[in-house]
């Protein structure tokens, strides 16, 4: 009769775990989930993320209310960089180069209270469209003016397509 009851528990707690995993509403790893954005550019991701350290180490910076804001992704400090944006909406932006280009998340406290949005479900389309064109209007944008002033080559600025 133990046996009977161990082996039943055994099924229920199993079948529950199992089925936790393939549900994200059971189960969320929060400080690993991200929106990851694929951003288009044709800018190269080099050129993209030395400016992008210098942008965040001057006028992108993020202040100091918001450096415990850390996420675990957050802590490569080689393919991951957070940008701070002042202006309205107040926001920060985790970008990652993995390859590719990927916003990785926004922290806007409109949005999500203290704490990253980290889910598509959280944003509007029209959000959506205004994070991804304020990213490319107010970084990308930016980065390519700044290459050119300081008289980067289009060989180095722009990706090379393959042929």
């Known amino acids: ?25 059971l189960y969320k790893v929060g400080n690993r989930l991200t929106l990851d954005f694929v951003i288009d550019t044709k800018i ?22 918001w450096q415990g804001y850390k996420k675990l992704v957050d802590i490569d400090s080689v393919n991951s960089m957070r940008i701070y944006f002042k202006a309205n909406p107040e926001e920060m932006y985790l970008i990652q180069f993995n390859g590719e280009l ?13 704490d990253w949005v980290t889910s598509k479900s959280n944003l509007t389309a029209v959000e959506e ?35």
């Open 1 to 25: 009769m133990i046996r009977y009851i161990v082996l039943i528990l055994s099924i229920v707690c199993l079948t529950i775990f199992f089925n936790s995993c393939n549900n994200t509403e």
């Open 44 to 65: 190269s991701f080099k050129v993209i993320r030395n400016y992008i350290g210098k942008m965040a180490t001057n006028e992108y910076r993020v202040p100091e209310k």
């Open 102 to 114: 990927i916003l990785a998340d926004v922290f806007n406290e409109s949005i999500v209270m203290g």
């Open 129 to 163: 469209e205004r994070i991804k064109r304020r990213f490319k209007t107010e970084i990308l944008d930016k980065i390519e003016r700044m290459a050119k002033q300081d008289g980067v080559p289009d060989s180095v600025l722009f990706f090379k397509p393959f042929n």
